[in-house]
């Protein structure tokens, strides 16, 4: 998971006391299919750059070490060439012993594309299965825990 070249950082903002991770993305001709709009393998590919990228950023490592057990993406308005670039927010919904989950944000300057939900395990590279999350990395994702800005659908 290496760190997003095509992401730009934007500073982390304050929601309703909760941290949110913002990155933005300016969208390449590779990034759309024949139908002009979003791929989905884009749209995960976004996500994950965020995740990458909100990682490095705020636990100070290198390289981030989870594995993705489960996302659910809703597809709410479609992305095309002509909106050029895209925002993803992420905030967390729960923390676990090993695991934490994100909701993420995808929009463009107009509208709010797609919702995300993923689930993420902290992975023991050495050992290949998941290890407890470490209280200073604790400490740091704590702070992402938020309602989302926009909420998901029950």
Known sequence: MPVPGNAAKRPVIAVNGSDVWRSEFRLRFGDFDGLGHLTASAYLALFEETRSAWMTGTLDVAYPTYVVATQHIEYLHEVTPDDRAVTVELTLREVRTSSFRVVEHLTTADSLCARST????????????????????????????????????P
């Open 118 to 153: 993923a689930t993420l395990v902290m992975w023991d590279m050495e050992r290949r299965r998941p290890r407890p999350i470490t209280p200073d990395e604790r400490a740091v994702i704590e702070a992402y825990l938020a309602e989302p800005t926009h909420p998901m659908a």
